[in-house]
């Protein structure tokens, strides 16, 4: 175990650019080629290159979709992989690349799980103190985590629906309370207070799961 | 705490946030189960109102992306805000800087204005919400403010881009009669408008009065003077605001509406004279004036004034505030003055207002008849059915739907009586909001192509398509589209102009494709959601801001006056005329749901629809039959599917899906038949179907105060079943519901919660799991047949069943504990099974062989426990994870397959709802 910094800006992205500049196919490809060598640092950085861009891809999908989508992280990750294959950041499976997908795939739950854990609540307050996994190593990154991430959003939603979707727009699209309120229509007092809940649940969730 | 615990937390925590102090406490130690859960919820309420804005957001500490910075110098175009695109520089007020800026969702220009932040964060809470309270403003004279954009330290405020000149730049010189009088009007209504809403403007001058080329006065900044205007004496005060502050407000004393009168009076006196009446050398010299300077009447300096106005200005300008008109008063006064070109559009508005203002006032309430409706749905096809539309005899249904397979949305026909749907369209091109033609021969519905929509016309049994119009593509959900009465005209919704974002509702024929524009919105509204009224005279339809807001209107369609038929000002989802014509249904957003609602249109009030739970987001009414058809969406999706169970091979289907959430399945013991629980009519029901998933009838309808029910059970014999129900006022208890009819009866209760019924194997018990007597959970049982419950379990139990030989009682508990014990029946103590220990959620159930179970794990798995021997065997693979919270899977009794139930993506149905007067 060791102490992870996060990273993350959960404020409005101000950018004179309108189009991603962070997803360089070289920086990505060179990247991941350190990582799978072991080199964490490089895992760090990939992390930082991929939540901008998971977040984008969960705004567009959201967007696209009826008020009242579930976004699905697998789904999410998998688009994102796609598109790092498109651009020929990352080999497909068919040329080659299985493990850089297996690398990919934990990378990327990786990231969502550690989203999640730093909106928790005293979670967060502590989010630099406390201990988080390590970084994925090439090997260990599978699906599971993707589905863990999936089953975790999945409980949250079986407590109640609003409280999954408030967690999304808040953790993956990184939306204001007001946005929040605008997107699925309801007052600013509800998505306080539906935030403040899931919030302590997740605390409870990753407490409980983080002596395993 | 478990899931389970949570789930109770969350209603709990509900409930007690609409309540306050001692009733707040005291409701949370009554419904909490225990002292854990009573001190999670009030830990969780506390943190709501201590933390500044209940977000609790993180800092940001390391970022690759630049901070937005305090604007001290102006923003660059091209920079993005939240999702605006900087486009230009407008100017730099008090407030901060004002941005024009582009909004690619929705495609238009708005103003960014840009607030210049001061230290106090109190500051920018107060300002956000008085700037939120200020968009609730709907007024075609108000400037719309279309959202609060918060960035870090800096907020900015996104509004209608408002293009025009300040009324600063006519207030130089003396201004004709006229325009005093037709400005004028415009600025009491605006005020009037927000008085009445117990919002005060607090910064009423010549500059945050826009007049637009086409005459039309937009008052700017509502609310927002207050908490940014509070250095403002230090600066600027030469040029403007002070000349227009009311004596209380430099007086330091509340300011009120009649503080925005003075400061209006100020400017009617300046535009009438040319002069501000209290202009003076220097600051201090317009405070003595304000304060104690009494105007002189406007003719002396202009002699063409009337009397009447010179009266009404000066009234406006009286030091006691209590002697100043209202807003209401000086609309009411500058509408009695006669002035020459009246500009028609406007004076029709207030007319129409006023009358609306009326005759809401005066009529009594009129009571919507008892309702005892019928809620079915419609066609159980997987994916999204929309757009239903009726024919007029209320034989069948129109809507769109994207099939499985094919993606593309098309045209769908159903009887309502009978099974299976017809497709009607077919090809590359989405098909969507299809219309029954009066005499129902014909569809005409809209094909989306290339940023356009083609209005096309087909038989209602198929056939030859034909395109008769084309309207812009304004990627808008509203219905778009109606047919007049005698079936030669279409009136369709389009831009009023290429340039323009405004949308008005325009009439093509059919036959010949000849359009003529039929409402004229005012500059800022949109008109949409045609519908003709059920004797044809009357069209009516949504006049809306851009946010959706507003009213019902109507205009004849042989020409005459336009009237407003509501006056609600609510968010539009959909609204239609119901069969009499004499009310409208209305479905409006209130606490973020959208229910439907009843308004007279002759006044009085609206009423929601009874015994309809469910989000309405589009409706039609049948003219024959009492029927209404709509379509709702749900936020999350479970559904139950079938899998095979080996030796069978059938593909796993679904078989009970609908946009709501459906699970808890249980087949009856017969095998014919599935009860489940679902909330596709709103609040979760108990519903019944055939193994195959037809004949879909809805047990129970605790409509009444939000009651849910859940947990259904059958006894042995098969004619009831057993279920738990719960309103956020009262714990959950047990109910019977006898098969073939009739209404629920009450088993437990009220008092404890009481949950998860099941059925002692001779059907004259029924077990369930309580906290009555206090503490954790304990199974206990009940009498079918009615009765005082005994304790049956001492070390915990929550979901208990009997095994097939009746002499052991296999329970789970609740908490952290997994897995089963075993109690004999006939006495003695529980023993934990080891060979179920991974037993870890509801998805299990009992058979005669044993007990079937998911075992959790990243690939789950059917597995069997024999009562026999005790082994455990693996049954099958599933696909999909459980969700934890419900019980999830119930197996056929004739083996051969089970129903689990899993989340799927969102979709919506069509419910058909009958005896609808």
């Known amino acids: 175990m060791s102490p992870i910094f996060i990273f993350f800006v959960q404020g409005k992205i101000v950018s004179t650019s309108t189009t991603p500049a962070t997803l360089q196919p070289d920086t990505v490809a060179s990247l991941m080629a350190s990582f799978r060598t072991g080199d964490q640092t490089a895992a760090g950085r990939l992390v930082e290159i991929f939540y901008p861009e998971l977040r984008r891809i969960a705004v567009a999908r959201m967007r696209a979709e009826r008020p009242g989508h579930t976004l699905q992280p697998t789904a999410l990750v998998h688009q994102l992989y796609l598109e790092l294959v498109k651009v020929k950041a990352l080999r497909s499976t068919s040329s080659g690349g299985a493990d850089e997908k297996k690398a990919f795939l934990g990378l990327a739950a990786y990231l969502m799980k550690r989203l999640l854990i730093h909106h928790a609540r005293s979670l967060s307050k502590r989010a630099q103190k406390i201990d988080l996994p390590d970084f994925p190593t090439p090997e260990s990154g599978t699906e599971d985590a993707l589905i863990e991430i999936d089953g975790t959003l999945n409980r949250l939603a079986a407590i109640n629906p609003a409280l999954r979707r408030v967690v999304e727009l808040r953790v993956f699209e990184g939306l204001t309370r007001d946005e929040i309120a605008r997107e699925i229509g309801c007052g600013t007092a509800t998505v306080a207070r539906h935030w403040t809940f899931a919030r302590n649940w997740l605390e409870d969730a990753f407490i409980g799961t983080s002596h395993q | 705490m478990t899931d389970e615990r949570w789930q109770l937390a969350f209603a709990i925590y509900e409930t007690a946030a609409t309540l306050t102090g001692a009733e707040r406490q005291e409701y949370i130690q009554t419904a909490a189960p225990d002292q854990e859960v009573a001190d ?17 957001l993180p800092e940001r500490a390391h970022s690759n992306y630049p901070a937005l910075e305090p604007p001290s110098t102006s923003l660059p175009i091209g920079t993005s805000l939240g999702r605006y695109i900087i486009t230009g520089f407008v100017g730099q007020g008090g407030m901060g800087s004002v941005y024009s800026a582009h909004d690619p969702d929705l495609n238009r220009e708005v103003a960014l204005k840009v607030i210049a932040q001061s230290a106090e964060t109190s500051t920018s809470e107060n300002f956000i919400g008085e700037a939120q309270a200020a968009s609730a403003l709907n007024h075609p004279n108000i400037v719309t403010v279309h959202e609060v954009i918060r960035s870090g330290q800096t907020v900015a405020i996104a509004m209608e881009l408002v293009t025009g000149t300040s009324l600063r730049h006519y207030c130089g010189t003396v201004q004709p009669v006229e325009r005093l009088v037709l400005w004028g009007r415009q600025i009491a209504h605006a005020l009037a408008e927000a008085h009445a809403r117990g919002i ?30 509070a250095n403002r004496a230090d600066d600027e005060l030469a040029l403007g605001t002070l000349g227009y502050m009311s004596p209380e407000e430099l007086e330091q004393r509340p300011i009120t509406a009649a503080s925005d009168i003075f400061s209006f009076g100020v400017v009617l006196y300046e535009l009438a004279s040319g002069t501000n009446p209290f202009r003076g050398e220097s600051a201090g010299a317009t405070t003595r004036m304000i ?6 009447p406007l003719p002396e300096k202009t002699g063409v004034i009337p009397k009447k106005l010179d009266r009404l200005v000066r009234s406006m300008l009286n030091k006691s505030a209590a002697q100043r008109p209202t807003a209401a008063e000086v609309a009411a006064q500058l509408e009695a003055i006669a002035v020459p070109r009246v500009h028609r559009r406007v004076a029709a508005w207030a007319v129409a207002a006023l009358a609306v203002c009326l005759i809401g006032g005066g009529l009594a309430v009129r009571r919507t008849p008892p309702s005892e409706i019928q809620i079915s749905p419609l066609a159980s096809l997987l994916g999204a059915e929309r757009q239903p539309s009726f024919s007029a005899d209320g034989g069948r249904v129109a809507f769109a739907f994207a099939g499985e397979k094919d993606a593309t949305t098309h045209i769908y026909v159903k009887s309502v009586s009978g099974a299976g749907s017809t497709r009607l369209t077919s090809g590359a091109l989405p098909d969507f909001q299809p219309v029954f033609s009066p005499d129902g021969t014909r569809l005409a519905f809209l094909r989306r192509s290339e940023g356009r929509l083609q209005v096309m016309v087909m038989p209602s049994g198929g056939g030859t398509e034909r395109q008769c119009g084309e309207i812009v ?40 494709g000849v359009r003529r524009q039929v409402t004229f919105p005012p500059s800022g509204f949109s008109d949409w959601m045609p519908a003709v009224s059920p004797d044809g005279r009357t069209l009516g339809y949504a006049r809306v801001v851009e946010n959706g807001r507003g009213d019902v209107w109507a205009v004849p369609l042989a020409g005459g006056r336009t009237q407003r038929l509501t006056d609600t000002n609510e968010v539009f989802f959909c609204w239609t005329w119901a069969a009499d014509g004499k009310d409208v249904l209305i479905s409006y957003r209130r606490s973020g749901r959208a229910y439907l609602w009843r308004q007279p249109i002759n006044g009085g009030r609206a009423a929601r629809v009874a015994g309809l739970d469910d989000q309405v987001k589009e409706l039609s009414v049948a003219r024959k039959g009492n029927l209404m058809t709509y379509g709702s969406f749900a936020e999350a999706d479970y559904n139950i599917w079938r899998y095979p169970l080996p030796p069978s091979t059938d593909a796993p289907k679904p078989l009970i899906a609908s946009a709501a959430f459906d699970g808890d399945a249980r087949y009856s013991p017969d095998g014919s038949r599935i009860a489940f629980a679902s909330t596709r009519s709103g609040q979760s029901n108990i519903w019944i179907c055939s193994s195959d998933g037809s004949d879909l009838q809805q047990m129970t309808s605790l409509d009444h105060g939000g009651f849910t029910a859940g947990s259904p059970s059958w006894s042995p014999d098969g004619k009831w079943i057993a279920f738990d129900s719960r309103s956020p006022q009262s714990a959950s208890s047990i109910f019977l519901l006898n098969v073939s009819g009739g209404k629920p009866k009450r088993l437990t209760g009220p008092g404890p919660s009481d949950i998860i019924p099941s059925w002692s194997r001779d059907s004259h018990w029924v077990y369930f799991s309580s906290d009555r007597g206090g503490g954790p959970l304990q199974i206990w049982q009940v009498p079918a047949a009615g009765g005082e419950p005994v304790q049956v379990t001492r070390n915990g139990g929550l979901e208990g069943f009997e095994s097939p030989d009746a002499h052991f009682l296999y329970y789970t508990k609740r908490g952290r504990k997994s897995g089963f014990w075993r109690m004999p029946l006939g006495g003695g103590e529980e023993t934990f099974v080891p060979e179920l220990a991974a037993v870890a959620n509801r998805y299990w159930e009992n058979s005669p062989q044993g007990i079937y179970f998911v075992a959790p794990s990243k690939a789950p798995v059917l597995a069997l426990f024999h009562f026999a021997g005790g082994g455990v065997t693996r049954v099958v693979d599933l696909p999909v994870q459980p969700a934890p919270v419900h019980r999830g899977i119930t197996i056929s009794p004739d083996g051969r397959s089970f129903l689990y ?10 419910m058909v709802v009958s005896n609808f007067h």
């Open chain 2, 40 to 56: 999670r919820v009030l830990a969780m309420l506390d943190e709501i109102t201590t933390s500044s804005d209940g977000d609790s």
């Open chain 2, 200 to 229: 005060v403007h607090r910064d009423i001058k010549p500059e945050n009065l826009m007049l637009r080329p086409d005459g039309y006065i937009k008052v700017l900044d509502f609310g927002l003077a207050r908490h940014t205007g």
């Open chain 2, 291 to 296: 304060l104690g300077l009494t105007p002189s």
């Open chain 2, 473 to 512: 593509d304004i990627l808008r959900e509203y219905s778009l589209m109606t047919w007049d009465s005698g079936g030669q005209n279409l009136l369709v919704a389009d831009r009023v102009s290429e340039s323009r974002q405004e949308v008005a509702l325009f009439q093509i024929s059919v036959e010949t």
């Open chain 2, 901 to 910: 139930m899993q989340a799927d993506v969102a979709t919506s149905n069509l």
